[in-house]
């Protein structure tokens, strides 16, 4: 299985980016997918989940209202639409995998993209 994450960059606070992580290989539609990030100095943290017939979405509590997972099954992509970034949202972001499960801990993850980079200045 390969994760390939996109869509990173330096922002402004108060913008929006969009990141995408294609899948590669693995089952993508009996595969619960989901965002991960890893701020400097702190240990990875779950921001959103996406069930396999995106039916369920869970988010954590600092990114609720303001982000937003979606995928494509057509194009073995998840998606996250990130709206109101705060210079806290500042991380590393990695895109996960699990067969047949969503997972909100980083121990009970399956599969890892590369991560990539989101800044947000104030």
């Known amino acids: 299985v390969q994760l390939q994450a996109s869509g990173g960059g330096s922002v402004q606070a108060g913008d929006s980016l969009r990141l995408s992580c294609v899948a590669s290989?693995?089952?993508?539609?009996?595969?619960?997918m989901g965002w991960f990030r890893q701020a400097p100095g702190k240990e990875r943290e779950f921001v959103a989940v996406?069930?396999?017939?995106?039916?369920?979405?869970y988010y954590a509590d600092s990114v609720k209202g303001r982000f937003t997972i979606s995928r494509d099954n057509a194009k073995n992509t998840v998606y996250l639409e990130m709206n109101s970034l705060k210079p806290e949202d500042t991380a590393v972001y990695y895109c996960?995998?699990?067969?047949?499960?969503?997972?909100?801990?980083?121990?009970?993850?399956?599969?890892w993209g590369q991560g990539t980079l989101v800044t947000v200045s104030s």
């Open positions: 996960s995998m699990n067969h047949l499960a969503i997972a909100t801990r980083r121990q009970s993850v399956d599969y």
């Open positions: 290989g693995g089952t993508f539609t009996r595969s619960g």
């Open positions: 996406i069930g396999w017939s995106a039916d369920s979405t």
